[in-house]
């Protein structure tokens, strides 16, 4: 059976709750297409103004993060039991800004799947390599051992339902996207870990993301692509133009 595509939203620490309202309204005109899931990742606070606007629509809110303890003293973080009770299927773990910025490492973006899982939410989970390790010609072997310890202690039918987006850092909010063929390339190696980790049956059902500066442009060749089952979008996710690279079809 296809793949059905997955194209999400990464809003990042952008908009407002009032802003977020108001993005989802002008966008969800645009963003319908009942062939792919369209999913909007938006700030914590937004996810219930955001899924309230969206009522009724294609659109799917989903989380930018989430913690993997279930509760309890930590300050400033959110639980998957308030992921789900808002509504929330899908959760981005462990972006490479959140691994840059806020010291996440393979080990807690592990947690963090098991997690998800354990509460019925879909990861959508991020690997990707710098600049210089593509350079130094490292870039398979860094995302096997990002994907393999991510899928740690995760089932083979928890794997089949899980997004993962390969994202080069490189090429996160910097104009410069990968090539469809470096793109493909890894996308299909990360397919073929998850077929030795579990099976070829698993490795067939996961979606496999792009990510990086997907534009309305880059998106209809990148998802073209057998082993691309569709986009994890940054700064063009805000505009109006994230209808046409849902619609990629044309
Ligand atoms: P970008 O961000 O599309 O702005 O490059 C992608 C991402 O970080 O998910």
């Known amino acids: 059976m296809a793949r059905k595509k997955i194209i999400a939203g990464n809003w990042k620490m952008n908009m407002t709750p009032t802003e977020a309202v108001a993005l989802v309204e002008e966008l969800k005109p645009l963003v319908v297409n009942n062939n792919v899931d369209v999913v909007f990742c938006v700030p914590a606070i937004d996810i219930i103004p955001a899924m309230k606007a969206a009522e ?26 308030m992921l789900v009770d808002a509504g929330v299927k899908y959760v981005i773990i462990g972006h490479s800004e959140r691994r840059e910025y806020f010291a996440e490492t393979d080990e807690t973006v592990n947690k963090k799947v098991l997690k998800a899982f354990e509460h019925g939410l879909t990861p959508i989970i991020c690997c990707g390599e710098s600049l210089t390790q593509r350079e130094q010609g490292i870039t398979i072997d860094w995302i096997r051992q990002q994907i393999k310890i991510a899928f740690l202690n995760v089932t083979a039918d928890q794997a089949k339902t899980a997004v993962i987006a390969y994202e080069p ?19 299909a190696a990360i397919r073929v870990c998850i077929a030795e980790i579990y099976d070829a049956a698993t490795a067939e059902a996961i ?12 998106a209809p060749e990148l998802f073209a692509q ?13 505009k109006p133009d994230f209808g046409k690279i849902v619609n990629y079809e044309g």
């Open 226 to 238: 057998p082993d691309i089952d569709g986009g994890l979008v940054g700064g063009a996710s805000l």
């Open 207 to 218: 979606r496999i993301q792009y990510g990086g500066s997907v534009s309305a442009s880059s």
């Open 169 to 187: 850092i490189w090429a996160i909010g910097t104009g410069k996207v990968a090539t469809t063929e470096q793109a493909q390339e890894v996308c």
């Open 56 to 81: 009724g629509t294609n659109i799917n809110i989903g989380a930018e993060n989430m913690y993997f303890e279930e509760k309890g003293a930590f300050t400033g973080e959110i639980s998957s039991n």
